[in-house]
Nanobody, 129 residues
Framework: QLQLVESGGGLVQPGGSLRLSCAVS????????IGWFRQAPGKEREGVSC??????????ADSVEGRFTISRAGDNAESTVDLQMNSLEPEDTAVYYC????????????????????WGQGTQVTVSS
């Protein structure tokens, strides 16, 4: 059974850092990339960053390029996909979700959250002084 479980959210001051982790199980990694998405109150869900499980290619939204880093570890049975977030801004405040994206459309991951097939429950990130 496919499971995606996020952890690591919390409250941080502007300029601070957080590391989110997505525990992935039951996913055939040759079939799915893993992405991080976020949704702020009153806004649509948007793609943040994605990583190809087979080729390791990474994709970032312009708004987080240079501040966020996505990485993965593990094998097909269980793996984790982390999102290191540095230089956080109040505009980064949102619920962050990880999701599984078919590898055939992984290049669309950041621009089109609707391509994701499976979603975690989300973790709140609040950037405030």
């Amino acid at each position: 059974q496919l499971q995606l479980v996020e952890s690591g959210g919390g409250l941080v001051q502007p300029g601070g850092s957080l590391r989110l982790s997505c525990a992935v199980s039951g996913v055939a990694l040759e079939e799915y990339a893993i992405g991080w998405f976020r949704q702020a109150p009153g806004k649509e869900r948007e793609g943040v960053s994605c990583i190809g499980s087979v080729d390791g290619n990474t994709y970032y939204a312009d708004s987080v390029e240079g501040r966020f880093t996505i990485s993965r570890a593990g094998d097909n049975a269980e793996s984790t996909v982390d999102l290191q977030m540095n230089s956080l801004e109040p505009e980064d405040t949102a619920v962050y979700y990880c999701a599984a994206v078919p590898v055939q459309v992984q290049v669309l991951c950041v621009g089109a959250p609707t391509v994701a097939d499976y979603w975690g429950q989300g973790t709140q990130v609040t950037v405030s002084s």
